[in-house]
């Protein structure tokens, strides 16, 4: 199956600080990438789409200038925590859509845990 | 009322059991039907994928569909302990829409 890789996949850093996490499609050319945010026993909440080669699309409540996200390649998007506070403490995992037509899915990566101090 | 419904159990089984875990949805647009596996810190695994009404079976899983009901099913044959997980419904209106993810349930299959 496709495969979707995340970078890293832990990371501790202090408040105030910034965070880059990337998210790369193998095997496969994504146009359409996708970040969720996770909280513990929660499901997961969608935060953006990403589009190669376009601005992302920001779900309601996230702020995009806290959030930043950049898919410069048919094959990488990646997420930057601005600022980064205790309360952005989560499990962050990126999606892939691969296919075409009707056949569509997405594919997770393994996700990175943040964890602000 | 959310769209996606699921109880999050936590559902216990004996291995060799069969398990129903299922969803129930709000929104009649919804056609594309997934369940995702997910370990304990790790990203979600798809297992099947359906479109509109209707079975599908791979090895010992079938997911059922019953669009008149707003109702998803998926079954799990001769479980084992290697299944004890999160299992995500998820669903969208197409392949390009955004997908809503149920909350889970947690499943532990003992041996």
């Known amino acids: 199956g496709a495969v979707v890789s995340q970078h890293p996949s832990r990371v501790i850093c202090k408040s105030g600080t910034s965070v880059k996490i990337e998210c790369r499609s193998l095997d496969f050319q994504a146009t359409t990438m996708f970040w969720y945010r996770q909280f513990p026993k929660q499901s997961l909440m969608l935060m953006a789409t990403?589009?190669?080669?376009?601005?992302?699309?920001?779900e309601q409540g996230v702020e995009k200038d806290k959030f930043l996200i950049n898919h410069a390649s048919l094959t990488l998007s990646t997420l930057t925590v601005t600022s980064a506070h205790p309360e952005d403490s989560s499990f962050y995992i990126c999606s892939a859509l691969n296919g075409g037509g009707n056949t569509d899915t997405q594919y997770f990566g393994p996700g990175t845990r943040l964890t602000v101090l | 009322q959310k769209e996606v419904e699921q109880d999050p159990g936590p559902l216990s089984v004996p291995e060799g059991a069969i398990v129903s875990l299922n969803c129930t949805y709000s929104?009649?647009?919804?056609?594309?039907f997934m369940w995702y596996r997910q370990y304990s810190r790790k990203g979600p695994e798809l297992l099947m994928y359906t479109y509109s009404s209707g079975n599908k079976e791979d090895g010992r899983f079938t997911a059922q569909v019953d669009k008149s009901s707003k109702y998803i099913s998926l079954f799990i044959r001769d479980s084992q302990p290697s299944d004890s997980a999160t299992y995500l419904c998820a669903m969208s209106g197409t392949s390009y829409d955004k997908v809503i993810f149920g909350p889970g349930t947690s499943l532990s299959v003992i041996p």
């Open positions: 990403s589009n190669e080669g376009s601005k992302a699309t920001y």
């Open positions: 929104n009649s647009a919804f056609q594309y």
